[in-house]
T-cell receptor, first 112, second 116 residues
Framework: GENVEQHPSTLSVQEGDSAVIKCTYS??????FPWYKQELGKRPQLIID?????GEKKDQRIAVTLNKTAKHFSLHITETQPEDSAVYFC???????????FGRGTSLIVHP | EADIYQTPRYLVIGTGKKITLECSQT?????MYWYQQDPGMELHLIHY???????EKGDLSSESTVSRIRTEHFPLTLESARPSHTSQYLC???????????????FGPGTRLTVL
């Protein structure tokens, strides 16, 4: 089955810095890669996703890049703000299976 | 408003009790899931369903059971709760998006269970 590795487990940055979270996956058949943000005491919510036919996608301060050859994808957050502090989960799934495999999560702490 | 609802939000019970965690969605989704998550930790899939009368076990071994009699309802039952079941339980749903089968998941607010 699919295996998703996520690094780092904890990331501490100063407000205004950039943050990068990296994930690798094992199954080359995976074609959908969502990122979820979970604030303390809240439910996970999708913040951005990317499909295998796209190399990069941006939405304001966040972007995701995908390297299918190397089987890794990354979340980039620029100009971090304290409200970006949360746990971020990457996931990978194959079209038709509907069962995503999640990474273990990254706790992002943005210091004011 | 379309959403996923879970009840109760918090539950404290004694060992050996039978409990049912409720999950309902008004999003019209076919696929539903149950995850177990310790605070801030990884998400463990314990059950999922592709639609009515479909239930499957997930990656994490669980002593719970689920049923899917109606599209919108996916309850999880623990026949005999133990302290090791103390955790947060998240319900989620998703829908097919075109031929690619991409599946953003929408999560409920969770039930925080404590077994004494």
């Amino acid at each position: 089955g699919e295996n998703v590795e996520q690094h780092p487990s904890t990331l501490s940055v100063q407000e205004g810095d950039s943050a990068v979270i990296k994930c690798t996956y094992s199954d080359s058949a995976s074609n959908y890669f969502p990122w979820y943000k979970q604030e303390l005491g809240k439910r996970p919510q999708l913040i951005i996703d990317i499909r295998s036919n796209v190399g990069e996608k941006k939405d304001q301060r966040i972007a995701v890049t995908l390297n299918k050859t190397a089987k890794h994808f990354s979340l980039h957050i620029t100009e971090t703000q304290p409200e970006d502090s949360a746990v971020y989960f990457c996931a990978a799934s194959m079209g038709g299976s509907y069962i995503p495999t999640f990474g273990r999560g990254t706790s992002l702490i943005v210091h004011p | 408003e379309a959403d996923i609802y879970q009840t109760p939000r918090y539950l404290v019970i004694g060992t050996g009790k039978k409990i049912t965690l409720e999950c309902s969605q008004t999003m019209g989704h076919d696929k539903m899931y149950w995850y177990q998550q310790d605070p801030g930790m990884e998400l463990h899939l314990i059950h999922y369903s592709y639609g009515v009368n479909s239930t499957e076990k997930g990656d994490l071994s669980s002593e719970s059971t689920v049923s899917r009699i109606r599209t919108e309802h996916f309850p999880l039952t623990l026949e005999s709760a133990r302290p090791s079941h103390t955790s947060q339980y998240l319900c989620a749903s998703s829908e097919y998006e075109g031929r690619g089968g991409y599946n953003e998941q929408f999560f409920g607010p969770g039930t925080r269970l404590t077994v004494l």
